[in-house]
């Protein structure tokens, strides 16, 4: 039966995807994308309830599949390696290179072991990271279905490009299961690569030249990582010999050579999950369709970075490159953090904002005790659902007003009622407590108690997330004058995402007792066991539902007050220069014509600013990798 689960996960989104690609019915390719998004989560809910478990599938349709993901992943560096040369982009080519003669020398001079034994391995970390693949990920396909339909109409389209779009799309579902599942770590580097070409032809989908730009930047920092990870993965064999990563994280201690192939792992990590000085390349992903940026940034190509990296925590934990590794964490959450404050952009606040939380996770790696990478964990989950819901409504927004812009979105609640309530729902789920993404920091402060300047870093990035948090709240809470809200029509398979995500996220924030003991707790048993922090008691456990209370009771108390309100609206004070009617105040400007009264925020470039800032913080991000790379030999 695991076998059947895993091989839905990971192989039936391969024949979706082509499915997708070949079938020209709209309405045929729709009803593929339905049924695998269902058979994806149900499978992922039936492998949750068989706990950890070890598989080693032979073969797929009687080939042996050892030999099957080789042939793939020489067969995947060819093709990246034809889009450099076609593209005459001398660094594509000469990464690309960089990987496939290491990988080539390596697999040919490598003894013959046989298939390893388990090939796969679920444990609480990759149930997690499937989890959130399939159900989080599944639903933003689901979205994407009426979504890229309005957005062709956008672009006037003469034949519609769904067929490629929904191709790669499905296949990241399929190998972002792969990576998270594969305990050879062979197998995890082809299905890593594959996540790198799949964002490459997502980020230049609409085509032109700044989305064939930014993805051909995606490409090359990621194969820069792709470098680093085959580095990794020959210096690891040669201190471990062996290719299963779980045999590398119960090994022990491993001498220098399995240091540095942590090392490179971890630079391999930070390319992919965009950590300072490679944010870059997710920024300009923004230009892509808005399902693209809600399923690289939430659920699937950024997690791949912090997953390796946890997965591997436990074998570097306590080392001097693990204090490195956490300081740049958190230097990399609090500066994010810091420049989504200075972003009147939804998708750019909200890519800021993943490239920081990132950046925590990673500390949480760095820190390595348990109560820091439960909350490294538990911070994957419930990140994954309130920013994938963010990511989802700004799409949903643009759409309508034509923006993506913040401030455009003042009184939002009269023309898209359900959705404005929707997203303040995300933000709320992301700012206050008892919601998991507050719970999970406030772990990881406890986690990082020892470390002062990670302390330092989280609390001040966490100081500045609720300025950008509280201010895009209040922005969408505010009223545009008109008496009566707009009736909001949206698709069912739009509409369905947005409040499957926002309920998920309280829901799980009310189970977070349960999420703990069921999918963290038997994680930190083994290599890696220990005290997990605040939430280890059963007692300090339900500390959270008082705070649910006292949330519902606010929420209640707002609700009656807003309902038995009578105040009238009057114009604002403007020193005696009012002109105009109180539904649209005005004060008497230069000519004595009226000047219309705006508010907006002051986002503080002079502080704040991404021009000013991103080179200086980029070195010295790089600064701190060179120092963390040096900490891997001490």
Sequence with gaps: MENTLLFVLIFLPFAAAGLCWLVPSGAVRRGVVLVTAALLAAASLGLFGRGAFAATPESLL??????????????????????????????????????????????????????????????????????????????????????????????????????????????????????????????????????????????????????????????????????ALVCGIIFLYGAAKTLSIQDVVQAGSLGTMAFVAFALIALAGFTKAAQLPFQSWLLGAMVAPTPVSALLHSSTMVKAGVYIVLRFAPAFAGSAFADCLAVAGGFTFCVATGLALGQSNGKRILAYSTIGNLGLIMACAGIGTPAALAAGMLFIVFHAVSKGLLFLCVGAIEQTIGSRDIEDMRGLYDRMPRTAVITVIGIVTMLLPPFGVLMAKWMAIEAAADNLPVVVLIAMGSALGVVVWGRWAGILMSSSRTKKAWPEAQPALLRWPLAVLAGGAVVLSFLLPAVYASLVAPMLKGPIAGSAGSLASGLAAYLIY?????????????????????????????????????????????????????????????????????????????????????????
């Design 62 to 227: 009687g080939l042996p599949l050892n030999g099957l993901i080789t042939l793939a992943d020489f067969a995947l560096l060819l093709v990246i390696l034809g889009i450099g040369l076609k593209r005459k982009n001398r660094w594509i080519t000469i990464l690309t290179l960089l990987q496939l003669v290491p990988l080539a020398i390596f697999e040919l001079t490598l003894p013959e072991h046989g298939p390893i034994a388990p090939a796969l391995v679920i444990d609480g970390l990759s149930l997690i990271m499937i989890l959130v693949i399939s159900i989080v990920g599944s639903l933003i396909c689901v979205f994407a279905l009426p979504y890229m339909e309005a957005h062709e109409q956008h672009l006037h389209l003469r034949s519609s490009r769904q067929g490629r779009f929904f191709f790669f799309l499905v296949l990241f579902l399929g190998a972002m299961n792969g990576l998270v599942a594969a305990n050879n770590i062979l197998w995890a580097y082809f299905f890593w690569e594959l996540t790198t070409l799949c964002s490459f032809a997502l980020i230049g989908h609409d085509g032109g030249e700044e989305a064939t730009a930014n993805a051909v930047r995606a490409l090359v920092m990621n194969l820069f990582g792709g470098v």
């Design 546 to 634: 008082p705070l649910f209370l006292v949330l519902a009771a606010g929420f209640l108390y707002a609700v009656i007050a807003a309902r038995q309100a009578r105040a009238a609206v009057d114009t604002v004070y403007l020193a005696g220069a009012q002109a105009g009617p109180p539904e649209s105040p005005a004060f008497t400007g230069p000519m004595d014509q009226p000047v219309v009264v705006s508010a907006g925020n002051y986002y503080l470039p002079s502080i704040f600013g991404e021009e000013r800032l991103t080179f200086p913080l980029n070195v010295i991000a790089v600064a701190l990798i060179i120092i963390m790379a040096g900490g891997a030999l001490i």
